[in-house]
Nanobody, 120 residues
Framework: VQLVESGGGWVQAGGSMNLSCAAS?????????MAWYRQAPGSQHEVVAR????????YYADSVKDRFIISWDNAKNGIHLQMNSLTPEDTAIYYC?????????????WGQGTQVTVSS
């Protein structure tokens, strides 16, 4: 599975941005869920939002709840992350993640990352 992110860039605080992640190359096993992670300079890698295959269940980090929306895109076999009310604290490299599953075994895949910069 290859994951390609798009949509990063620069935005002023209070603005919005949409990130997209498209999965290609076919998967050996069913994709169980996809997610967005981020890593800011000097900070740990953290999950931002997660969504189960088909969009049934979602999870959001407390820091982005009520501001970000993750959605599943069947047509593009991927996900989107609509980010609203952005703050400088949202500045980070955002990574798309897809997890294939087979029984109790999980196989993660990562995109190359896209930079999001929010200026004050």
């Amino acid at each position: 599975v290859q994951l390609v992110e798009s949509g990063g860039g620069w935005v002023q605080a209070g603005g919005s941005m949409n990130l997209s992640c498209a999965a290609s190359g076919g998967s050996s096993f069913p994709i169980h869920f996809m997610a967005w992670y981020r890593q800011a300079p000097g900070s740990q890698h953290e999950v931002v939002a997660r969504i189960t295959s088909g969009g049934g269940l979602t999870y959001y980090a407390d820091s982005v709840k009520d501001r970000f929306i993750i959605s599943w895109d069947n047509a593009k076999n991927g996900i989107h992350l609509q980010m609203n009310s952005l703050t400088p604290e949202d500045t980070a490299i955002y990574y798309c993640n897809a997890v294939e599953s087979l029984g109790t075994d999980y196989f993660p895949h990562w995109g190359q990352g896209t930079q999001v910069t929010v200026s004050s």
